[in-house]
């Protein structure tokens, strides 16, 4: 029997349970309708704020300015240390994250006993429900400590202790997501290259993880996306000095580090300072948005599916 013609025996009940069936399917539906909802209701701030702020400051000198100052005079209004800030803790952690998640994930999958494989996983897990600004005070009171012993010039304040901590909290995301990518892989595919006489290390690196490599991709894509919206982590371990630099030891600001830093000053609502923070929060949106949805296009485009 064809699909198109397959008989719908969803609504075969009685009258009663046709009722409720009809009754879930609404309350599914809003609650599906209140996330849309949601998600349109802050594009539409974004987009309104943002409005207002490039009507008093242009737009080539919000993407091209190299100098973020829009409270303290003098003003400028150049968001690229912002983005620059961002880059830096989002390349940083993902240096740390992605080989340390990818060879947990490679040793949960294919070495690991099924007895370990139940205790590592979930305390990974757990470690990705640790609070964020905790993960901020361990960079402050470890981390930097632990920099400053190594290079005495390390500031208070620094991009490399909110890499590594950004970079500690994304692991879990990786090897959680790659692993679940790896195990997916049919043993059909292993058993077929140890006949062949490889290894257990051949068949992971040269069977599993390329069959798995959609999975993989996408969960770099995602911690990266979890890593450049961090906030607290950022704030409390990189600072608030919104610049330009290559030196990691010296502090920087995020685009999320400057909104807290608004949302809890006392600027007036009707400043530019104000209306930056609309700006700014479309900037990141956007840039999250574009990583998703590369993300779902790395998946679809690279899937392997297996019967």
């Known amino acids: 029997m064809s699909v198109d013609s397959a008989v719908d025996i969803t609504n075969q009940g009685s009258d009663i349970d046709n009722r409720k069936n009809g ?24 987009v309104q704020g943002s409005a207002e702020f490039f009507a008093e400051v242009s737009i080539v000198e919000y993407l091209t300015g190299t100098n973020w100052s829009p409270v303290i005079r003098p003003h400028s209004y150049g968001v690229l240390p912002l983005i620059w800030g961002t880059l830096l803790i989002t390349v940083g952690s993902a240096i740390i994250a992605i080989p340390v998640g990818t060879l947990t994930a490679i040793y949960l999958s294919e070495y690991a006993s099924p007895r370990v494989r139940r205790t590592i996983k979930p305390t990974l897990e757990i470690l990705a429900g640790v609070p964020t600004i905790v993960y901020g005070f361990f960079a402050l009171s470890f981390i930097t400590p632990l920099l400053q012993g190594v290079f005495p010039q390390t500031g208070t304040f620094n991009a490399a202790a909110g890499a590594i901590v950004v ?20 043993d059909d595919l292993r058993n077929a290259a140890y006949g062949l006489g490889a290894t257990k290390f051949e068949v992971s690196t040269t069977v599993v993880v ?13 911690a990266l996306s979890r890593a450049i919206g961090e906030t607290m982590a950022v704030t409390l371990a990189a600072g608030m000095h ?23 000053s006392d600027v007036s609502v009707d400043s530019i300072g104000y209306k930056s923070l609309f700006a700014v929060g ?24 297996y019967q």
């Open 23 to 46: 009754f879930v399917r609404y309350v599914f539906f809003s609650c599906a309708l209140v996330t849309i909802l949601t998600t349109l209701g802050i594009i539409l701030v974004l």
């Open 167 to 186: 970079g500690i909290m994304i692991i879990p995301m990786v090897s959680s997501l790659s692993e679940d990518a790896m195990s997916a892989v049919p």
């Open 210 to 222: 390329p069959a798995s490599l959609s999975g993989v991709i996408a969960s770099y894509i995602l």
């Open 242 to 264: 919104p610049q330009i630099t290559f030196d990691p030891l010296e502090p920087i600001q995020t685009m999320t580090a400057y909104m807290v830093q608004i949302g809890i």
């Open 282 to 305: 479309m900037t990141l949106f956007v840039m999250t948005l574009s990583m998703n949805l590369f993300s779902m296009w790395i998946k679809s485009r690279y899937r392997e599916e």
